[in-house]
């Protein structure tokens, strides 16, 4: 590797008397101002100065110094500064092949070199946002022949920039507070070169992937289940990213992790899970708390036997505080479900309208084998008794009118008296249940 530079220091200054000027740059090396030019300019006219080490700190910066002592005894001078500025280029040329090409296998055409570290190969030379001149050279190894092609490059070695909001971006999800399935997040990639790099002035793109990945854990901080990588937009709600997976969906035995991954066009890549400084553990809980509106929670029944509607009003909290608005949800008592609520816009809130009594006749779906359970028999009996030792119980559906009568038939006692000292036996006679009973003394 050869490298060489050039850094120049271009200026061009006049006064409007003649006035001798002392134009002076600051060396590092002696401590001292060096002269550079002490003469009068009358008119403009571009000088320059070659700068080397000794002229600039790490930074690149120079200092410079004008000074002139008035001798006009007509008045001030004027010092009038046409260009003043510092050039810097370098040069770096390569004296050895970087690296062999392969033939790509069953071509006869295509060739493939992976060019590993290329920024410790331009390391101390250049940076993103330079452009280097790459040069591959073709060989007819039957003939010896050569062709050399060239082509300009602009180095990017700066990893994308992304910044991540879940929640209201202030929430700590990783300790005590849990963000629901709908809790939004929202991320923004950055290619990182603005001011650098022009990307508008090329054929490519400043990103090209941006992804997503989520990982599951238990509270043994044992890895269960990672996603990969896949295509993101760029917000939506936790439940849009899969979170929580169907089959980890308990809040205390299991936290989330998501993983953002971008690729720019030179393939630098960032991936990052960090939503909040360091933090990047995510607590979920599908638990909702539902608040009914209006003090109604229950249903009149007699009304429904009148014809009269029964609206139930309520709204969906999670664990974050935030309502779960406008979904299609599932209302169960016990193991059965209920009418699916509608949501009303105006209210804001889910309703269920009964308008029937046989709206309460509730049903359950068995996945085992597709048969629907409800909470009465299949025969469509609406009423139920059930006799044991010492008890006898009946019942009826809810969605029945007309009320239950237990009948019952006493029985008459008698009483006979008769004389039962000749006698070894008797016989009762018309006993209700003509059962003969006899006595024996």
Same mark, same amino acid.
């Given at each position: 590797?050869?490298?060489?530079?050039?850094?120049?220091?271009?200026?061009?200054?006049?006064?409007?008397?003649?006035?001798?000027?002392?134009?002076?740059?600051?060396?590092?090396?002696?401590?001292?101002?060096?002269?550079?030019?002490?003469?009068?300019?009358?008119?403009?006219?571009?000088?320059?100065?070659?700068?080397?080490?000794?002229?600039?700190?790490?930074?690149?910066?120079?200092?410079?110094?004008?000074?002139?002592?008035?001798?006009?005894?007509?008045?001030?001078?004027?010092?009038?500064?046409?260009?003043?500025?510092?050039?810097?280029?370098?040069?770096?040329?390569?004296?050895?092949?970087?690296?062999?090409?392969?033939?790509?296998?069953?071509?006869?055409?295509?060739?493939?070199?992976?060019?590993?570290?290329?920024?410790?190969?331009?390391?101390?030379?250049?940076?993103?946002?330079?452009?280097?001149?790459?040069?591959?050279?073709?060989?007819?190894?039957?003939?010896?022949?050569?062709?050399?092609?060239?082509?300009?490059?602009?180095?990017?070695?700066?990893?994308?920039?992304?910044?991540?909001?879940?929640?209201?971006?202030?929430?700590?999800?990783?300790?005590?507070?849990?963000?629901?399935?709908? =809790?939004?997040? !929202?991320? *923004?990639?950055? $290619?990182?070169?603005?001011? &650098? +790099? @022009?990307?508008?002035?090329?054929?490519? #793109?400043?990103?090209?992937?941006?992804?997503?990945?989520?990982?599951?854990?238990?509270?043994?901080?044992?890895?269960?289940?990672?996603?990969?990588?896949?295509?993101?937009?760029?917000?939506?709600?936790?439940?849009?990213?899969?979170?929580?997976?169907?089959?980890?969906?308990?809040?205390?035995?299991?936290?989330?992790?998501?993983?953002?991954?971008?690729?720019?066009?030179?393939?630098?890549?960032?991936?990052?899970?960090?939503?909040?400084?360091?933090?990047?553990?995510?607590?979920?809980?599908?638990?909702?708390?539902?608040?009914?509106?209006?003090?109604?929670? =229950?249903?009149? !029944?007699? *009304?429904?036997? $009148?014809?009269?509607?029964? &609206? +139930? @009003?309520?709204?969906?909290?999670?664990? #974050?505080?935030?309502?779960?608005?406008?979904?299609?949800?599932?209302?169960?008592?016990?193991?059965?479900?209920?009418?699916?609520?509608?949501?009303?816009?105006?209210?804001?809130?889910?309703?269920?309208?009964?308008?029937?009594?046989?709206?309460?006749?509730?049903?359950?779906?068995?996945?085992?084998?597709?048969?629907?359970?409800?909470?009465?028999?299949?025969?469509?009996?609406?009423?139920?008794?059930?006799?044991?030792?010492?008890?006898?119980?009946?019942?009826?559906?809810?969605?029945?009118?007309?009320?239950?009568?237990?009948?019952?038939?006493?029985?008459?006692?008698?009483?006979?008296?008769?004389?039962?000292?000749?006698?070894?036996?008797?016989?009762?006679?018309?006993?209700?249940?003509?059962?003969?009973?006899?006595?024996?003394?």
């Amino acid at each position: 590797m050869i490298s060489s530079e050039n850094h120049t220091l271009f200026y061009s200054y006049l006064t409007n008397t003649s006035q001798a000027i002392d134009f002076k740059i600051w060396s590092n090396s002696t401590q001292q101002w060096y002269a550079l030019e002490t003469s009068d300019f009358d008119s403009f006219s571009q000088l320059l100065f070659q700068l080397n080490s000794s002229y600039y700190d790490n930074n690149y910066e120079v200092k410079l110094r004008f000074y002139g002592n008035n001798l006009n005894t007509n008045g001030d001078f004027e010092l009038n500064l046409n260009e003043l500025r510092a050039y810097y280029e370098k040069h770096i040329s390569y004296n050895s092949s970087v690296g062999q090409f392969s033939p790509v296998e069953n071509t006869n055409n295509k060739f493939t070199y992976n060019w590993s570290g290329i920024q410790n190969f331009f390391a101390g030379y250049y940076n993103t946002g330079d452009e280097v001149n790459i040069t591959v050279q073709l060989v007819d190894t039957d003939t010896g022949l050569t062709r050399n092609i060239t082509d300009p490059c602009i180095l990017d070695f700066e990893a994308p920039q992304i910044d991540i909001t879940i929640g209201d971006g202030l929430t700590n999800y990783s300790e005590s507070n849990y963000a629901a399935p709908w =809790t939004p997040y !929202v991320v *923004e990639f950055t $290619d990182n070169t603005q001011g &650098i +790099l @022009n990307h508008d002035d090329y054929y490519y #793109d400043d990103l090209i992937t941006q992804e997503y990945q989520t990982k599951v854990y238990d509270i043994n901080d044992t890895l269960v289940y990672e996603s990969g990588f896949r295509t993101i937009n760029n917000n939506g709600t936790l439940y849009d990213l899969g979170i929580p997976h169907d089959l980890y969906t308990n809040k205390d035995e299991y936290y989330n992790i998501l993983e953002f991954k971008a690729t720019d066009s030179a393939g630098n890549v960032q991936i990052t899970s960090n939503y909040l400084g360091q933090t990047s553990k995510i607590l979920v809980s599908n638990e909702l708390t539902i608040q009914w509106q209006n003090g109604m929670d =229950t249903i009149d !029944v007699n *009304e429904l036997y $009148d014809g009269i509607s029964q &609206i +139930l @009003n309520f709204t969906l909290t999670g664990p #974050d505080n935030s309502e779960l608005k406008n979904k299609l949800v599932d209302l169960i008592s016990s193991n059965y479900n209920f009418k699916t609520p509608i949501w009303d816009a105006n209210s804001q809130t889910y309703i269920v309208n009964i308008t029937n009594i046989y709206d309460l006749i509730l049903y359950s779906e068995n996945i085992f084998d597709n048969y629907l359970t409800s909470n009465y028999i299949n025969d469509n009996k609406l009423n139920w008794d059930a006799e044991g030792d010492g008890y006898y119980a009946f019942a009826k559906h809810a969605s029945q009118e007309v009320p239950l009568v237990l009948t019952y038939n006493l029985q008459e006692e008698k009483i006979a008296y008769m004389d039962i000292s000749e006698r070894a036996q008797f016989r009762l006679s018309d006993h209700t249940n003509t059962k003969e009973i006899y006595a024996y003394l």
